[in-house]
């Protein structure tokens, strides 16, 4: 019963070995296909989750080697091939980027490409960190493999790198500042995969060396990754100066329109100012007019007062005068 659920449990990693060598395969050639410019922060992102992935499940195989042995051993093979492909395929495709590639994307992506970019970048240098870790490992527990006397089993082609050939392709870039921290890591890395290749793609070699020289490797590569942040630094400083320059120029094109158009509403107010004038000219004459009228009316108005008041006093006294000569002719 037991040997039956474990040739079960043999049969099922090995099938899904095979799946994942399919998978990184897949990965690899669609590595190879353009992605349009709107999709390829998008499908980075995605990649760069299932390489995390694919280290979280390296870890748990690793630890799983260590309780069951072989029933593990293929599947962990497997995945670390196809996630060594996928690594190898985000790299190139980072490392192919170039400047006009570069600057198709931050156009037509979405706003804060930039830092999108940046953090794209970072994060392939933490997996390949987090990648050259699990490398080594898989490599101590290949010597205790070993010691344990298992038999190696049938392992897929994986490309001959060791594991500072891993940290090497992490921080590679087409930049000519990095070009002396290249060629120290080829220097680094001849000598243990010389090592490497005579026990395995991931066999032992001394860890004494190993470390010191990946020691050294790491530092002279963070050198030149410094250098190549701070060329970034220095180019994205120097395409926002260009987007605030263009914008600048925005803003002095609509100043000068609305300028245009505030002259335009000038000439209009003055020529609509003249009909105006004449009207407010035409009304004060008018109302002159009227003042004057008002005093020719009151004048007369004084007048013919006058007037009835002379006839009214004149007709009492000759009515007066009448009356007494009426009255000294009768007696």
């Not at 390489?51 to 072989?70: H, P, Q, T």
């Given at each position: 019963?037991?040997?039956?659920?474990?040739?079960?449990?043999?049969?099922?990693?090995?099938?899904?070995?095979?799946?994942?060598?399919?998978?990184g395969s897949k990965?690899?050639?669609?590595?190879?296909?353009?992605?349009?410019?709107?999709?390829?922060?998008?499908?980075?992102?995605?990649?760069?989750?299932?390489?995390?992935?694919?280290?979280?499940?390296?870890?748990?195989?690793?630890?799983?080697?260590?309780?069951?042995?072989?029933?593990?051993?293929?599947?962990?093979w497997a995945l670390?091939?196809?996630?060594?492909?996928l690594a190898n395929?985000?790299?190139?495709?980072?490392?192919?980027?170039?400047?006009?590639?570069?600057?198709?994307?931050?156009?037509?992506?979405?706003?804060?490409?930039?830092?999108?970019?940046?953090?794209?970048?970072?994060?392939?240098?933490?997996?390949?960190?987090?990648?050259?870790?699990?490398?080594?490992?898989?490599?101590?527990?290949?010597?205790?493999?070993?010691?344990?006397?298992?038999?190696?089993?049938?392992?897929?082609?994986?490309?001959?790198?060791?594991?500072?050939?891993?940290?090497?392709?992490?921080?590679?870039?087409?930049?000519?500042?990095?070009?002396?921290?290249?060629?120290?890591?080829?220097?680094?890395?001849?000598?243990?995969?010389?090592?490497?290749?005579?026990?395995?793609?991931?066999?032992?070699?001394?860890?004494?060396?190993?470390?010191?020289?990946?020691?050294?490797?790491?530092?002279?590569?963070?050198?030149?990754?410094?250098?190549?942040?701070?060329?970034?630094?220095?180019?994205?400083?120097?395409?926002?100066?260009?987007?605030?320059?263009?914008?600048?120029?925005?803003?002095?094109?609509?100043?000068?329109?609305?300028?245009?158009?505030?002259?335009?509403?000038?000439?209009?107010?003055?020529?609509?100012?003249?009909?105006?004038?004449?009207?407010?000219?035409?009304?004060?004459?008018?109302?002159?007019?009227?003042?004057?009228?008002?005093?020719?009316?009151?004048?007369?108005?004084?007048?013919?007062?006058?007037?009835?008041?002379?006839?009214?006093?004149?007709?009492?006294?000759?009515?007066?005068?009448?009356?007494?000569?009426?009255?000294?002719?009768?007696?």
């Open positions: 019963m037991a040997d039956s659920s474990a040739s079960s449990a043999v049969q099922r990693r090995e099938r899904l070995a095979g799946e994942l060598v399919s998978t990965d690899v050639a669609e590595s190879g296909q353009s992605v349009p410019n709107a999709d390829w922060f998008g499908t980075m992102t995605e990649r760069l989750q299932d390489w995390d992935r694919r280290l979280n499940r390296l870890r748990r195989l690793c630890a799983l080697l260590e309780s069951e042995g072989e029933q593990a051993r293929s599947e962990l670390a091939a196809s996630t060594e492909q395929a985000i790299r190139s495709e980072l490392d192919g980027l170039t400047p006009e590639r570069e600057k198709a994307l931050l156009v037509t992506a979405q706003p804060g490409g930039i830092l999108r970019l940046r953090k794209l970048r970072r994060d392939v240098e933490r997996l390949s960190r987090e990648h050259a870790s699990v490398c080594e490992l898989m490599q101590d527990l290949e010597s205790e493999v070993s010691e344990w006397g298992l038999e190696a089993a049938a392992e897929p082609a994986i490309p001959s790198r060791s594991r500072s050939g891993a940290v090497k392709s992490a921080f590679a870039s087409h930049a000519p500042e990095r070009q002396s921290a290249q060629e120290i890591e080829v220097a680094t890395s001849t000598a243990s995969e010389s090592v490497v290749a005579k026990d395995g793609v991931y066999g032992t070699f001394a860890a004494g060396q190993g470390r010191s020289s990946t020691q050294a490797m790491t530092s002279a590569l963070e050198t030149g990754t410094a250098l190549q942040q701070a060329r970034l630094d220095a180019q994205y400083a120097e395409h926002d100066l260009q987007e605030r320059q263009t914008l600048l120029q925005r803003i002095q094109s609509g100043v000068q329109q609305a300028h245009t158009v505030f002259r335009e509403l000038a000439s209009i107010t003055e020529s609509q100012q003249q009909p105006l004038n004449d009207i407010e000219a035409r009304t004060q004459q008018v109302r002159g007019e009227q003042e004057l009228t008002a005093l020719e009316w009151e004048r007369y108005v004084r007048r013919r007062r006058s007037r009835r008041r002379f006839c009214f006093w004149f007709s009492i006294w000759a009515t007066l005068v009448l009356l007494f000569a009426i009255y000294v002719f009768l007696h």
